[in-house]
């Protein structure tokens, strides 16, 4: 089967930078994704990771490996309003065809 | 462009009943997948839906299912409802099915409570 690992917690100061690491196991890879979710929000999508290195989106980033089957979602200058849950989600290809997997989520609260 | 829409927000059932949850997925998104979360379990994967075809299933008995409208629109249904089923229940569509479907939209969420 497919499993995933994150931290649970995560905590920061205001505009300080932190990383949110994520490995997981999973046959048929595709790729690895990045969702945010606020408290009483829904998931909206943050980034896509299909081949090893680092994407950039603003002051989110994140990175594949492949071979190391981890990756990891890099938040800068912090800002209150990132306190919320990230999920890492992986695509694969299982059974009879292909599904997003996500991880249990790291909660990141940001303080002053 | 709207998004994600999901009807009822809220919903309360008792145990074995059944429920309807309704799904409308962006303008010209054909694919939908639907999610269930809890404290618990956190996000786990019900079904994805393209062109009214169910082109994968998670994991969840088979009190569970779904269909896709011609429009896109999506519903799914809960038989005989367990205590265990109350979640939020989340709608996400996509553009296309396939490898590269990296980005869902998700709606609100209907959320579920189970008495």
């Known amino acids: 089967g497919q499993s995933l690992e994150q931290p649970s917690e995560v905590t920061a100061v205001e505009g300080a930078i932190v990383q949110i690491n994520c490995t997981y196991q999973t046959s048929g890879f595709y790729g690895l994704s990045w969702y945010q979710q606020h408290d009483g929000g829904a998931p909206t999508f943050l980034s896509y990771?299909?081949?090893?290195g680092l994407e950039e989106t603003g002051r989110f980033s994140s990175f594949l490996s492949r071979s190391d089957s981890y990756g990891y979602l890099l938040l800068q200058e912090l800002q209150m309003k990132d306190s919320a849950s990230y999920f890492c989600?992986?695509?694969?290809?299982?059974?009879?065809?292909?599904?997003?997997?996500f991880g249990t989520g790291t909660q990141l609260k940001v303080e002053l | 462009k709207a998004g994600v829409t999901q009807t009822p927000r809220y919903l309360i059932k008792t145990r074995g009943q059944q429920v309807t949850l309704s799904c409308s997925p962006i303008s010209g998104h054909r694919s939908v997948s639907w999610y269930q979360q809890t404290p618990g379990q956190g996000l786990q994967f019900l079904f994805e839906?393209?062109?009214?075809?169910?082109?994968n299933k998670g994991n969840f008995p088979g009190r569970f299912s779904g269909r896709q409208f011609s429009n896109s629109r999506s519903e799914m249904n809960v038989s005989t409802l367990e205590l265990g089923d109350s979640a939020l229940y989340l709608c996400a569509s996509s553009p296309r099915a396939d490898r590269n479907q990296e980005t869902q939209y998700f709606g609100p969420g209907t959320r579920l409570l189970v008495l």
């Open positions: 989600a992986v695509r694969s290809l299982t059974g009879g065809g292909n599904k997003l997997t």
């Open positions: 990771n299909a081949l090893d």
């Open positions: 839906y393209f062109s009214e075809t169910q082109r």
